[in-house]
């Protein structure tokens, strides 16, 4: 079987092809054939953040083009497609739009079905690309404990964060989630105050590096917020404003310094992942999950894949720990491909004109 999986839900636009052999058997094989991702990340820079009307001319003149990418890639012809699985949402409804209208076409000529995907969901999935692809029975690898359900799963992106108690593939509910800003907009508008690029979590992940042996001088404090409230939720926008406030309380040479750039970065880095580790953990313990996965653009930073690893290491947590690798975790059709998989039609097909995007999808 060969799906074709199409992703345009914010700035990224994304064609990936993903083979399964053996299909009816239990051993079945998966192999990515090819993964296109098409940033437009040099176009919002220079505005600092994203324009849906923008990115989605961008994704009307790309998709063509990345399409044709992907199937030579993969050395395929499109004929050999036999499904097409598609984000739908949550996402900008522009963007959406874009890569709907395009599968659509692509569905009438080929004849295939379309399977909607979410996104949020896929994030998840991200983490059993390859290897570990075929459930209920996933291959641990390293995992320490041979249960992976129930896991807790931390999705953070641009746009969302999320904490989602997860029972099997499919089976989801949110525990909690940011009330403002996601984890990814903080690092955006942080790097932005700063005066560093989009997207800000790389840049802020570079600059908090540098500082790694040397020691702090200008001993930067920000809040951790809601870090030890009962609940699962999280609030970011108090963290921007904190930086904004010390940055205007600063002289100008001390805001231009590479000093107070590469240590303000490195404390908003540290409040973040304190507060995402925090929360984590006590839904781990409260629901006695088996796994903790991780997903979602910022998940592909190394100093919080780090301190996750450490904490659970230093706590002897008995508990399976997963986290895509770093081009799964951001924005990528691989994973939409593999959760259209897990979604495809049994017997019918679906019906193209109830395929339609929801800007607000949730996981539930
Ligand atoms: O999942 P994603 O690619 O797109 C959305 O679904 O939103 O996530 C993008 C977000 C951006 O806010 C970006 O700044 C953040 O992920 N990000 C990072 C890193 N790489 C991307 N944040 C921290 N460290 C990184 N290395
Ligand atoms: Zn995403």
Not at 3 to 13: G, M, N, Q, V
Not at 49 to 67: C, D, I, S, T, W
Not at 143 to 157: D, E, M, T, W, Y
Not at 195 to 205: F, K, M, R, S
Request: glycine letters at 6%.
């Amino acid at each position: 079987m060969i799906i074709l999986a199409i992703e345009t839900s914010c700035d990224d636009t994304c064609i990936a092809i993903l083979e399964i052999k053996n299909q009816k058997s239990k051993v079945k094989s998966f192999e990515i054939l090819s993964n296109v991702v098409s940033s437009q990340v040099k176009l919002h820079a220079k505005y600092g953040g994203v324009y849906p009307m923008l990115a989605k001319r961008e994704h009307q003149k790309n998709l063509p083009v990345v399409f044709k990418k992907a199937l030579k890639r993969a050395k395929l012809l499109s004929g050999k497609i036999d499904l097409i699985s598609l984000t739908v949402g949550p996402g900008l409804e522009p963007c959406l739009w874009v890569g709907i209208n395009f599968a659509k076409e692509l569905a009438k000529k080929l004849k295939v079905p379309i399977i909607p995907v979410n996104h949020i969901e896929a994030h998840i999935v991200a983490n059993f690309i390859g290897e570990n692809s075929t459930p209920p029975i996933f291959k641990q690898g390293a995992g320490r404990n041979s249960k992976l359900f129930p896991a807790v799963c931390l999705i953070v992106s641009g746009g969302h964060t999320q904490l989602i108690l997860m029972t099997n593939i499919g089976k989801y509910r949110i525990l909690g989630e940011t009330r403002d800003d996601a984890a990814g907009e903080c690092f955006d508008k942080v790097a932005r105050i700063l005066g560093l690029l989009y997207p800000g979590g790389p840049a802020i992940e570079r600059q908090a590096a540098t500082l790694n042996l040397k020691p702090l001088t200008l001993n930067l404090r920000l809040p951790r917020p809601m870090i030890y409230q009962k609940n699962y939720d999280f609030s970011f926008s108090g963290l921007k404003t904190a930086v904004l406030y010390d940055f205007k309380n600063r002289s100008p040479e001390i805001r231009k310094s590479k000093n107070y750039i590469r240590e303000m970065a490195k404390e908003i880095q540290r409040a973040v992942i304190d507060v995402l580790i925090q929360k984590t953990l006590k839904a781990t313990k409260e629901y006695k999950a088996k796994s903790i996965i991780l997903g979602g653009g910022v998940t592909a930073n190394n100093e919080l894949r780090k301190q996750f690893q450490l904490t659970i290491s230093n706590q002897q947590l008995t508990i399976n720990f997963l986290v895509p690798p770093k081009i799964y975790c951001t924005d990528n059709a691989a994973m939409i491909a593999l959760t259209g998989y897990f979604h495809r039609p049994q017997k019918e097909q679906y019906n193209l004109e109830k395929i339609k995007s929801n800007a607000n999808l949730r996981l539930e």
